[in-house]
């Protein structure tokens, strides 16, 4: 499966942005999807991710309660709606993709197979 991430741009302390990746090459529904960020300087975080076949939505503590990941099969198509952005959140964010991921290993980078190229988003006044 190929990834393809967009959305990402620059956005002032407290705005919102939508990133969107799409996938091709198989049914996204089969497959767990993720997003993670990675700021400079810094290890790759994991952010959310919706498991395969179902929509059991996981987030980090950092993110949740303003970051929303939603799916849109027939558009095989993952979405991240940001709110209440801060400077922290400036990062590129990668959408990442396995269909054979475990639940326990959702939060872990290294098992997702596919990866998109990352869109930048910086939050800043």
């Known amino acids: 499966v190929q990834l393809q991430a967009s959305g990402g741009g620059l956005v002032q302390p407290g705005g919102s942005l939508r990133l969107s990746c799409v996938a091709s090459g198989r049914t996204a529904s089969s497959y767990s999807m993720a997003w993670f960020r990675q700021a400079p300087g810094k290890e790759r975080e994991f952010v959310a991710a919706?498991?395969?076949?179902?929509?059991?939505?996981f987030y980090s503590d950092y993110v949740k309660g303003r970051f929303t990941m939603s799916r849109d099969n027939a558009k095989n198509t993952v979405y991240l709606q940001m709110n209440s952005l801060t400077p922290e959140d400036t990062a590129t964010y990668h959408c990442?993709?396995?269909?054979?991921?475990?639940?326990?290993?959702?939060?872990?980078?290294?098992?997702?197979?596919?990866w998109g190229q990352g869109t930048l988003v910086t939050v800043s006044s």
């Open positions: 990442a993709a396995d269909s054979s991921l475990i639940m326990s290993s959702i939060r872990t980078w290294p098992d997702y197979d596919y």
């Open positions: 919706v498991f395969r076949r179902g929509y059991n939505n």
